[in-house]
């Protein structure tokens, strides 16, 4: 039940008032208007009503905020887990079989590759050098390949220290030579290590050991081009020349004034020209190399060759096989008196190079042209290296990247090849 409260006159106390509106009264008696004042409810309890309500209403909605936030949460983390996996950055590295490096060394960088071949196997070793990012260390390893299957058959680390030389270039010059892996560095001296099992065979004190005239120390050492002879200086400043094969050290004077036996022979021979040809000859061949040209510098002399002036080049008769050798012919080896060389016939840009066989009557055995795209790089047939062994020819070609291939100098047949940029893309 509602309570009333009784209004009276606040001038004359008469109850007797009548309501002008909402607030206003008048009393009937002395006719006074005067306002009722509304009695104010307490606001307390109503604020704590509110406050309640509000904080509950708030905490359902950060737990619903929170929620959300956790659910987004785990589904990104599910999401970078699935991509990280579907892109993760592959850092196989051929050089070292697929290990996973630290983040704080760079990718490995080849240093050098060349064809090893022993009486029991044939390998294709790799010379990588590894530094970290901070350039305050390097590491050099070795890679030994099974050209035919290209797989790693043995690495190993050889030089780990913190060089600072190592790191900016000054990094060991590699060779294989006389079936070793010779190694030269201004730190290293002369060492040398086994191809098969990568380990070191040859010491830096074995020079200045096995000669007295290197006792006082190796001052500084370096690779005669294409040649198995390391030129050094020993500590009291006299140069001399080391032969590998021969195991023998030679001063300047004898090394350059070596005497050697020239035999009469009849072989196929291509000039010194700028476009040159093939030309059978009788000359006097030096035992010391590998004599295969001729300098001629035109074919309006072929029919003169007989003349005396030509005697100048040791030739006794000769006569004209083919004028159509182009693309700087680079000589592969001899066969039999014959060569084998890689040559185009036809100056066509579109013209495949071939490698063929010109026997000792000037005649063309074989040829093919599946060798073609390895000599693509414009001086693809003038930078390479060959050796026989035994009844193989191997060839390296040294334009970047590096690419061998091994045939057989009596048929042309291929018998594998290889192109570095396979085993570089972990193609192995």
Avoid at 302 to 308: A, C, S
Wanted: charged share 25%; hydrophobic share 35%; glycine share 4%.
């Amino acid at each position: 039940m509602a309570v009333t409260k009784k209004i009276e006159c606040p001038s004359c106390g008469a109850s007797s008032v009548f309501k002008l509106n909402e607030r206003e009264y008048k009393c009937n008696y002395c006719q006074t208007t005067f306002v009722v004042k509304e009695p104010v409810s307490p606001k307390q309890p109503l604020v704590e009503v509110w406050t309640t309500a509000k904080a509950n209403e708030s905490k359902h909605k950060n737990s619903y905020n929170a929620l959300i936030l956790a659910l987004v949460f785990f589904i990104l983390i599910g999401i970078s887990g699935v991509m990280f996996f579907l892109v993760k950055p592959q850092r196989k590295y051929i050089i070292h079989g697929g290990v996973e490096l630290s983040a704080k060394r760079q990718k490995p960088s080849i240093q050098d590759a060349f064809i090893a071949v022993t009486k029991t196997s044939e390998s294709i070793i790799v010379i990588s050098k590894l530094q970290t990012n901070t350039l305050d260390s390097a590491r050099i390893s070795a890679s030994v390949y099974n050209p035919s299957t290209k797989k790693i058959v043995i690495e190993k680390d050889l030089f780990y220290d913190n060089w600072q030389a190592l790191t900016f270039g000054d990094v060991p010059n590699f060779n294989y030579l006389n079936g070793l892996i010779y190694c030269i560095s201004k730190d290293s001296g002369l060492i040398a290590f086994d191809p098969l099992s990568l380990k070191q065979k040859v010491g830096s004190n074995f020079l200045p050991l096995k000669f007295k005239e290197l006792e006082s120390g190796i001052s500084s050492i370096s690779k005669e081009y294409n040649e198995p002879v390391y030129r050094l200086k020993n500590n009291l400043g006299v140069e001399y020349f080391y032969n590998v094969q021969t195991d023998k050290l030679y001063n300047y004077d004898a090394y350059w004034n070596q005497k050697a036996a020239t035999i009469e022979q009849t072989k196929v021979f291509f000039t010194e020209h700028e476009h040159p040809f093939l030309v059978l000859a009788t000359k006097n061949c030096d035992t010391l190399k590998p004599e295969f040209k001729i300098g001629i510098d035109d074919t309006s002399y072929i029919d003169k060759l007989n003349r005396p002036q030509n005697r100048v080049y040791g030739i006794k008769k000769a006569k004209l096989v083919s004028n159509k050798v182009y693309c700087a012919p680079k000589f592969l080896s001899r066969f039999q008196n014959g060569i084998v060389l890689a040559f185009k016939d036809d100056l066509s840009k579109k013209t495949e190079v071939k490698v063929a066989y010109i026997n000792s009557n000037g005649k063309t055995d074989w040829e093919t042209t599946e060798l073609s795209e390895f000599f693509k790089s414009a001086d693809g047939t003038a930078n390479c290296f060959t050796f026989k062994n035994e009844d193989k020819l191997y060839v390296s070609i040294q334009s970047y990247p590096k690419k061998f291939f091994c045939l057989d100098p009596a048929s042309g047949k291929v018998l594998w090849k290889l192109d570095l940029i396979a085993l570089s893309n972990g193609n192995d």
